[in-house]
């Protein structure tokens, strides 16, 4: 596996607002403005009507401490930091610039009042093998998509696996979060075994299972 690049790291860190400013002491627009100065945004609020905390306030393409920040959005139970380094970039920053509002705005802040969190990690990577080889049943049902085509689409092209995907039963089990996927990068020809991939898990995490997929299928 050779990373190409991290088009999204997201981590999203469920904490109530009303815990962070227990008694209404900071006021709201100052501290989107000392955000939007610390961290640089180039696109932040202005109006109340985009100081929405149920529609999301959100901030864009600043940077915190050498690292790019392509968004930050504060929502009434909820703050998602987003880089296209890793999810650790994400959190650190998550972290690090609320103890800097703690300190500096005068937020009810302190280290681990975070207790859940959530992912998104997107790769784009190249394989030296076809990542979504499977079954033998699904060679037949290939080519028999492929024969098919021929004679009903009156050119012969060769019909392959494009997506894979795993998930959970979300009736049982209501939880907002993204399947794992691994599906060919589009605008790439198959033959450069170019892929993207989405995991709900920290970007080192999705690293290793692709990598442990990849080793899997070179041992079959």
């Known amino acids: 596996m050779q990373l190409a690049s991290v088009p999204l790291a997201r981590v999203l860190g469920y904490i109530e607002g009303t815990e962070l400013n227990p008694r209404g002491s900071v006021f709201f627009p100052e501290l989107i403005d000392r955000i939007a100065e610390r961290l640089e945004f180039q696109k932040y609020p202005h109006t109340v009507e985009e100081m929405n905390e149920e529609k999301g306030v959100e901030f864009l393409e600043g940077r915190w401490n050498g690292v790019n920040v392509n968004k930050f959005v504060i929502f009434t139970g909820a703050l998602i930091v987003e880089t296209s380094t890793s999810t650790a970039d994400s959190e650190r920053i998550l972290e690090e610039a609320l ?89 790439a020809l198959f033959s450069d075994n170019k892929y993207f991939s989405e995991a709900p898990f920290p970007t080192d995490v999705h690293i290793k299972i692709v990598e442990q997929l990849e080793a899997d299928l070179l041992a079959k």
């Open 99 to 187: 103890v800097w509002a703690a300190s500096e705005v005068g937020l009810n802040y302190k280290p681990g009042m975070i207790k859940r969190k959530q992912y998104i990690s997107d790769l784009v990577f190249y394989s030296d093998i076809q990542m979504l080889a499977v079954h033998p049943a699904f060679d037949n049902l290939q080519k028999a998509v492929t024969d098919a085509g021929e004679r009903y689409l009156w050119q012969r092209r060769e019909y392959a696996l494009s997506h894979f995907a795993l998930d959970f039963d979300h009736t049982l089990t209501p939880l907002i979060s993204a399947p794992f996927s691994i599906q060919r990068r589009g605008n």
